[in-house]
T-cell receptor
């Protein structure tokens, strides 16, 4: 089956660092995505990992360990605008060989002053 | 460049009625996906088009849902007749490529919030 777990909610203060974890079990893994979603808006792409290791993009970094079925999103120098839901999604090959995203329930991050 | 657009943004209908949701993907994106988020649950895959062909419709809940993409441009998702459990946010996404080796991300629209009363 497919299962993706991430914490429901996290809080942090402005300027701090926060790590959002994601564990997954899927049958046809081909990459892991992190999306950011503000309330009422479209999910927007943050990062993509397909090989083990760390991908850094500005204040955001994402890490993947395929053997452990584990990823994290690291947000540095938090800003108030980072308050949003963060969605972990695994790209699954599915039955047809094409790609579909399997999502976790999302982690709601609240950044306080 | 315009992003993925969806219409309407909100729809409130009564049980038993019909609703049609529309998605316009990013120009040039052959791949179009429909997803749904029911209250409190994760976003779930419904189906995937490559141009006008349905490649994967394994996530469609039942035969009350019909998706089309005539001409391989915009797509519609019709729910007929709507039931209470169909309430949720319906997202559309598009991407340039979808093959096993592709790294292209899916770009999401803002969603249509459907409420069935």
């Amino acid at each position: 089956g497919q299962n993706i777990d991430q914490p429901t909610e996290m809080t942090a203060t402005e300027g701090a660092i926060v790590q959002i974890n994601c564990t997954y079990q899927t049958s046809g893994f081909n990459g892991l995505f992190w999306y950011q979603q503000h309330a009422g808006e479209a999910p927007t792409f943050l990062s993509y990992n397909v090989l083990d290791g760390l991908e850094e993009k500005g204040r955001f970094s994402s890490f993947l360990s395929r053997s452990k079925g584990y990823s994290y999103l690291l947000l540095k120098e938090l800003q108030m605008k980072d308050s949003a839901s963060y969605l972990c999604a695994v790209r699954d090959r599915g039955n047809t060989g094409f790609q579909k995203l399997v999502f976790g329930t999302g982690t709601r991050l609240l950044v306080s002053p | 460049e315009a992003g993925v657009t969806q219409f309407p943004s909100h729809s409130v209908i009564e049980k038993g009625q019909t609703v049609t949701l529309r998605c316009d993907p990013i120009s040039g994106h052959d791949n179009l996906y429909w997803y749904r988020r029911v209250m409190g649950k994760e976003i779930k895959f419904l189906l995937h088009f490559v141009k006008e062909s349905k490649q994967d419709e394994s996530g469609m809940p039942n035969n009350r849902f019909l998706a089309e993409r005539t001409g391989g441009t915009y797509s519609t998702l019709k729910v007929q007749p709507a039931e209470l459990e169909d309430s949720g946010v319906y997202f559309c996404a598009s991407s340039q490529a979808s093959g096993f080796a592709s790294t292209y991300e899916q770009y999401f629209g803002p969603g249509t919030r459907l409420t069935v009363t």
